[in-house]
T-cell receptor
Framework: TQLLEQSPQFLSIQEGENLTVYCNSS?????LQWYRQEPGEGPVLLVT?????EVKKLKRLTFQFGDARKDSSLHITAAQPGDTGLYLC???????????FGSGTRLQVQP | DAGVIQSPRHEVTEMGQEVTLRCKPI?????LFWYRQTMMRGLELLIY????????DSGMPEDRFSAKMPNASFSTLKIQPSEPRDSAVYFC?????????????FGPGTRLTVL
């Protein structure tokens, strides 16, 4: 059972386009993280959101945590080929240290 | 500083053989995690240790899998006997509990193929 559902699973877009990736759950998380993974490497943390409704920006990437802390979104403005990779959301339940990962969104940005 | 180190990077073995995967966490980190990644099931937690003590092994598939952390700088994940369905990329990650944001640092992974 996948506790965190991501959509879309695959996304192929042209350089310069905007996109949004969604991460949804029926569970409440104390925090939620977004990772990016490139082929042959482990995931690398992009951001952690903690407060319901929180918005964080990382250059062209905007992350939002839902008010109820059950969902999150990642918006990329003017995508670049360097944004290509697997994007993973991961939730942390209160009192636990382990991450529950989403199913992943594989993004390809064509030049 | 060196990141999380895993060895081997690739392992090809035959069904029934014993496989041992190794991990050296980042120095000073006190939590260590083993994950498995497949196309079908994504990234799944197998087990994690805090201060070398196993805390949650509910993700370990079955008795064929075992993990140890004899000291703060070394952990192993063993599969005996291995089966083709164990083929996956196995990641080790470490974390400093006192750090900010609960960030886990992942190693490069071991790609295991069981024939």
């Amino acid at each position: 059972t996948q506790l965190l559902e991501q959509s879309p699973q695959f996304l192929s877009i042209q350089e310069g386009e905007n996109l949004t990736v969604y991460c949804n759950s029926s569970s409440v998380f104390s925090s939620l993280q977004w990772y990016r993974q490139e082929p042959g490497e482990g995931p690398v943390l992009l951001v952690t959101v903690v407060t319901g409704g929180e918005v964080k920006k990382l250059k062209r990437l905007t992350f939002q945590f839902g008010d109820a802390r059950k969902d999150s979104s990642l918006h990329i403005t003017a995508a670049q080929p360097g944004d290509t990779g697997l994007y993973l959301c991961a939730g942390v339940h209160t009192g636990r240290r382990a991450l529950t990962f989403g199913s992943g969104t594989r993004l390809q940005v064509q030049p | 500083d060196a990141g999380v180190i895993q060895s081997p990077r690739h392992e090809v073995t035959e069904m029934g053989q014993e496989v041992t995967l190794r991990c050296k966490p980042i120095s000073g980190h006190n939590s260590l995690f083993w994950y498995r990644q497949t196309m079908m099931r994504g990234l799944e937690l197998l087990i994690y240790f805090n201060n070398n003590v196993p805390i949650d092994d509910s993700g370990m598939p079955e008795d064929r899998f075992s993990a140890k952390m004899p000291n703060a700088s070394f952990s192993t994940l063993k599969i005996q006997p291995s089966e083709p369905r164990d083929s996956a990329v196995y990641f080790c990650a470490s974390q400093n509990v006192a750090g900010v944001g609960n960030e886990q640092f992942f190693g490069p992974g071991t790609r295991l193929t069981v024939l």
